[in-house]
Structure formats: C-alpha cells, structure tokens
C-alpha cells in the first residue's frame, strides 16, 4: 500500500514539440533492493544508494499511476520468471523454509528469494545434494544467506526433529513452502506405515505446519504457500468417501497417478482450511500450480514418464518460469493478507469444486489429525 503520493511530470514528443503531462505515481513504503534511508538535506531530498548519492527517488521506478490501481491488471503471467517478479525487492530479515529446495522448481525458488536478501533455509531429505546446491547459490552471488537442513517427509520424527532444530536457532519464520512432492511411485509404505504419495505430498506437510505455525504467528503478518497442481481437479475426494483407506490405500487399491491426484487435492483443501484457522491471527495461506509436465526431476520413478516429460519439455516453462507462481504468492505486494486462493500463472483462478468444498476440507483436518495421533500417541 503506497504510503503518500507524489507529483511528477513526465515528457513526451507530440508533433515535433515537446509537450507535459502531469500525472500523479504512488509510491511503496519500502525501498527497493540497495535504497537506504531517506534523508532530508537543504531542503532536497536524496537517497543514499550504494555508496553513491542521486536526487531520485529510486521508488519512482517501480511507482504505479494512480488510474492503474483503480482497476485489476494482471502484471505477470505464465511467462513471468521468479527473478522478474522480485525485482527491486529487498527481502532483508525475511526467514523462509522451502521443502525440496534442492531440485527443479524449489532450487529455482531458493536461489531467487536468496538473491533479494531473504535467509533461506533448504529443507533436503538429501543433505549432499542440499550442500551442493547451496554451494552453487553461494558461488553465483557470495553472501547470501542459505541454510541445508536435513527433513525427510517419509518419516513423521524427522519432520518433528526438524521443526524442533530450526527453533532451537532461535529464528523467525515469516514464509513456509510446501513445495516437496513425490509423483509415479510404485507402490510403498513409509516407516509410519502409510502410503508414501499420501504422507510426503500431505500428511507430512500438514504435520511441519502445525509445528511451526507458532513462530509464524509470531512474526505475523506470515504465509503458508503450498504448491499443488491442475491435477488436483482429477481426484476423487468428496465428503462421503473421505476416509484414511481412502487417503492411504492398501496396494490392492493402489494406483499412482490416482494417489497423486488426490494428494494435489489434499494439498488445495489443506490450504482452504489452514487459512480459515489462521487468517485472523495474520497467518495467510494459498496454493498454487506451477506448471505443467516440467521437467523437475519429479517423473523419475518410471521410464513411460521420463519419454513424456522429455518429449514434452520444449513446450513447457523452465524452472525460473515455473518458480514464479510460488514466488509471486509468497511476497507480491497485492497478495499481502490474500488467503483461502488458488493460484496459477501468477493470477488467482477457479479450483475444481471439491477444491471449494469447505466441508471436505474440514472432513480432511479432521482425519489428518487422526492419523497423526494414531502415530505419534498424542495430540498436536
């Protein structure tokens, strides 16, 4: 929200002339990446950036006229790139613990919100491959912040040993993703005796969430961003067959893409319901979809999809466009205190009806709190 307003005129040629039109640019509270203070010196205003003094506001460049608020107009899309959108952010003090952020679309995120100056904490089921994309954020831009933790969401302790290291460092916690997803498994049971889609896409995250969601309160106003997908209108959830057979079949039930779908379905009801809970104590939360058939890594488990995803991989988004969404979500301007959303190409749109379906999502809670106490003998 602009803090005041300011007037300035802008040239443009007209007939040969040169002809002014005032027009009024509303400014944003903070400066963008690498302004400082804002001092006041013989009566003119100057801004300090980096080391050297110049007598424009670097706000201006990134203003808004005041007719353009007064209507909704998309600014990004699906060609948008995560570092597009950032740009002119300075993220400074922001902590945010992205799951998966050592592949495809979650590095992607990591680097871009690292590069703006937010401490990003990597939570990796593989720490090697953590620290060498750590290593490789930190080898393109010295100096930012970037944290490997060790979560594996196919084990409800580690997720819990987890969330109990990261408040043992004593850090805040203003954005949480959910970005880690497994897809096309065959059929397998965790150690807590669940089916493996179920638990890493949601049970897992619904657990992290429910363990952190005191420090996000704390350092409200926070976001839950969860990143689900399109497939999500192809699950089969609905209020008389939600069950925990249902979420976590038996192998004679078991079919994968079935279980994916249904685990993107968890993943949108999820975030309906977190924000229900949590909107009113400034904890807000969306889901999104980040693109289709990317190449992430993510179709790994069977040959058929690594021939559909390659074949496929001219026509979709790189990773950069594909983190976008994510990124938009979590720190765009205009989604300050927007929650309750689905999210795609940057733009809000429709989920499918069981997406909506506020009674599912409560029916979801429910039985996801269920299992978690059947496993941990105790309520969270």
């Not at 302790?157 to 408040?167: I, L, M, R």
């Not at 005796?193 to 420090?215: A, C, I, P, R």
């Amino acid at each position: 929200m602009a803090k005041y307003t300011t007037q300035i005129t802008l040239p443009r040629p007209h007939s040969g002339n040169i002809h002014s039109q005032g027009r009024r640019k509303l400014l944003q509270e903070s400066y963008p990446m690498g302004g400082r203070d804002r001092f006041k010196m013989m009566e003119q205003s100057f801004i300090h950036v980096n080391k050297k003094t110049t007598f424009t506001d670097p706000r201006l460049a990134f203003a808004e006229t005041e007719s353009s608020r007064k209507t909704f107009r998309q600014k990004f899309d699906g060609s948008s790139t995560a570092l597009h959108i950032l740009s002119g952010r300075d993220l400074t003090g922001k902590y945010v613990i992205i799951t998966g952020a050592n592949s495809g679309i979650g590095f992607e995120t990591a680097r871009s919100l690292a590069f703006h100056g937010a401490h990003v904490v990597m939570a990796c089921r593989n720490l090697l491959s953590g620290q060498e994309c750590c290593d490789r954020i930190l080898a393109e831009r010295p100096g930012v912040k970037v944290t490997v933790m060790k979560i594996d969401l196919a084990s409800l302790g580690s997720v819990k040993d987890f969330a109990e290291q990261y408040k043992q460092k004593e850090w805040p916690l203003h954005y949480l993703i959910c970005n880690a997803a497994v897809f096309g498994l065959p059929y397998t049971r965790t150690e807590d005796g669940l089916e493996t889609t179920f638990q890493v896409n949601h049970l897992s995250h619904f657990y992290l969430t429910k363990l952190l969601w005191d420090l996000l309160m704390k350092n409200a106003p926070a976001r839950v961003i969860v990143v689900s997908s399109e497939s999500h209108r192809s699950g089969d959830l609905n209020a008389l067959n939600i069950s925990e057979e249902k979420l976590s079949p038996p192998a004679s039930a078991y079919w994968d893409l079935k279980a994916y779908n249904n685990s993107k379905l968890c993943n949108v009801l999820f975030s309906l319901h977190l924000n229900s809970l949590l909107s009113r104590f400034g904890v807000t939360s969306v889901a999104l979809h980040p693109g289709n058939i990317m190449y992430t890594g993510i179709q790994k488990h069977w040959w058929f999809y690594r021939l559909l995803f390659y074949m496929a991989r001219p026509f979709t988004k790189s990773m950069q466009q594909g983190a976008a969404t994510t990124v938009y979500c979590t720190v765009a301007p205009e989604m300050q205190n927007v929650g309750g959303m689905y999210f795609n190409n940057c733009c809000r749109c429709p989920t499918s009806s069981a997406g909506c379906d506020e009674e599912l999502a409560k029916a979801l809670w429910d039985i996801s709190e269920k299992i978690l106490r059947k496993r941990i003998g105790r309520p969270i």
